[in-house]
């Protein structure tokens, strides 16, 4: 019997969403950035010192919001970058994460989160950085960051997923600050 309801749920869930999401209301502003042979994505080099990103969240049935993330970067002697970061949404309470990734291949990089269940895993494409990871409930994330020429700014494409349907997407500009 409960397995029946949650299949029914399930069904709900993706004939609601299906129409929602092929009526775009979950969309991206403007055109995604390109993949670049260069400047080459160093996650430790660009996440070390300080970092300040804004964007735009956009979730399913909600009215955009604002994000506002502090991070502070480093890396530790074993090789493991530490990125801790204080995340506003909106009018909400500023909440902290932490982000921990070590290189296990040339470009490859697996860790934690402090928002994953389940580790996170990270690939370097040129200019692009590839991260993906699960969240509770079932959301898979998957984000796609690219690193603009200069070294100092990162465009952020984040998208959430459940059960394979587009469920909210963040648009992020990363800047470095300091010098």
């Known amino acids: 019997m ?8 399930a069904r709900l869930i993706v004939a609601l969403a299906v129409p929602l999401g092929a009526a775009g209301c979950v969309t991206g502003s403007g055109p995604a950035p390109r993949t670049a042979p260069a400047p080459l994505f160093d996650p430790a080099t660009f996440f070390a010192g300080a970092t300040h990103g804004t964007g735009t969240l956009r979730v399913v049935l909600h009215r955009p919001t604002t994000t506002d993330v502090r991070g502070t970067g480093r890396v530790n002697a074993a090789g493991t970058i530490v990125l801790d970061q204080d995340v506003i949404q909106g ?18 990089y697996t ?12 690939e ?20 796609h960051l690219y690193l603009q020429p200069g070294g100092r700014i990162a465009l952020n494409r984040l998208t959430i997923r459940k059960l394979g349907i587009v469920v909210a997407r ?3 500009r990363i800047e470095k600050q300091g010098r």
Do not use: C, K, Y
């Open 170 to 172: 963040l648009d992020e």
């Open 91 to 108: 009018s909400a309470a500023p909440r902290h994460r932490r982000w921990q990734l070590h290189p296990v291949a040339p470009m490859r």
């Open 2 to 9: 409960a397995a029946d309801r949650g299949r029914i749920v």
């Open 111 to 122: 860790g934690t989160l402090t928002d994953a269940v389940g580790p996170v895993s990270a």
């Open 124 to 143: 370097t494409h040129g200019n692009r950085l590839d991260i993906r990871f699960t969240m509770r409930h079932g959301l898979s994330v998957e984000q």
